[in-house]
């Protein structure tokens, strides 16, 4: 039995079934429609990019090789390789790049850091990050950098502001 046939006996989403038949070397999975069209489609898979350096973060964006340059972004900032003051001025260097991505991605980075590191100088960050959030493209990524700083870095003051938060807002109780 395919796992189309799968799906429509199971009622589940096609792409869950795809993603679970699946191989590493597939790039598409046809589908056929109930008019017997058949629907070639991609799946976006997850992957954990190796550590790197932000000499590699420079040489991917110098070659102009952008998702290497992403990757090798995250790379600095989740594996906790090297000094974090290093990674923070890379990460606020690039919250300025001119690509969207890029600069979207810095945000995110830098509340990556503030989980792995515990600690940033936060005066720097947050006024970077405060003037990201009034760009429409970094706006989301730059709110949940904040974030994510309140709670790695403050982690007692954001228990409270949580509490005080459900204590206005009764409908929250539910």
């Known amino acids: 039995m395919s796992h189309q046939a ?8 096609h792409a869950l079934i795809c993603r ?3 191989t590493a ?6 589908r056929t429609t109930q008019d017997n069209v058949t629907v070639r489609h991609e799946h976006h898979v997850f992957h954990n990019p190796p550590s790197s350096t932000p000499a590699e973060v420079h040489a ?4 102009g090789e952008l998702p290497a340059a992403l990757d090798a972004m995250v790379g600095t900032a ?4 090297g000094d974090w003051k290093e990674l923070q001025d890379l990460h606020l260097r690039l919250l300025e790049h001119e690509d969207h991505q890029v600069s979207a991605l810095a945000a995110t980075c830098l509340g990556h850091l503030a989980r792995v590191y515990g600690q940033l100088d936060e005066r720097k960050v947050v006024v970077a990050l405060r003037r990201a959030r009034t760009l429409p493209h970094t706006s989301g990524t730059a709110d949940n950098a ?6 790695f870095l403050r982690p007692r003051r954001a228990r409270w502001r949580r509490r005080l938060r459900t204590a206005i807002r009764p409908w929250t109780w539910i």
């Open 78 to 81: 989740l594996h906790g390789d």
């Open 60 to 63: 991917a964006l110098d070659r």
């Open 6 to 13: 799968l799906a429509e006996l199971r009622a589940v989403p």
């Open 25 to 30: 070397t597939e790039a598409t999975c046809p």
């Open 20 to 22: 679970t038949w699946r």
């Open 146 to 151: 904040l974030e994510d700083m309140q709670i």
